[in-house]
């Protein structure tokens, strides 16, 4: 069974940075995305950033172009994600998924990754979140 454990959120001045980790368990699968969603208060939960285990492909919200970057360890079955200039927009709880990748179907075609992270409908394995507060 696959288990994602989110950490790194906290309380953090306009402009601010954090880092975000997520790591995951109970799969032996070579092949697979992680993926990073938020959720403001009494809003939909949204894509962020995911990136393929395989071959490093990365996906961006508009939202997260050019302030946050993700990266990953296979070895360490762990996804980190940067976030730098956070504004109060950004408040919310960030959760990563688990996005089977056996076919390589997501590392081989961005538009598929992209629409894959962009929707949080139809995932399955989840971590329990972790709160970002942006917050003067």
């Known amino acids: 069974q696959v288990q994602l454990v989110e950490s790194g959120g906290g309380l953090v001045q306009p402009g601010g940075s954090l880092t975000l980790s997520c790591v995951g368990s109970?799969?032996?699968?070579?092949?697979?995305?992680i993926a990073w969603f938020r959720q403001a208060p009494e809003k939909e939960r949204e894509g962020v950033s995911c990136v393929a285990s395989s071959n490093g492909m990365v996906y961006y919200s508009e939202s997260a172009k050019g302030r946050f970057s993700i990266s990953r360890s296979p070895a360490k079955k762990t996804v980190y994600l940067y976030l730098r200039d956070l504004q109060p927009d950004d408040t919310a709880n960030y959760y990563c998924?688990?996005?089977?990748?056996?076919?390589?179907?997501?590392?081989?075609?961005?538009?598929?990754?992209?629409?894959?992270?962009?929707?949080?409908?139809?995932?399955?394995?989840w971590g329990k979140g972790t709160l970002v507060v942006v917050s003067a």
């Open positions: 109970g799969f032996t699968a070579d092949h697979y995305v």
């Open positions: 998924a688990f996005i089977a990748n056996s076919r390589l179907e997501y590392s081989t075609n961005y538009q598929r990754l992209a629409r894959r992270c962009s929707e949080a409908g139809g995932l399955d394995s």
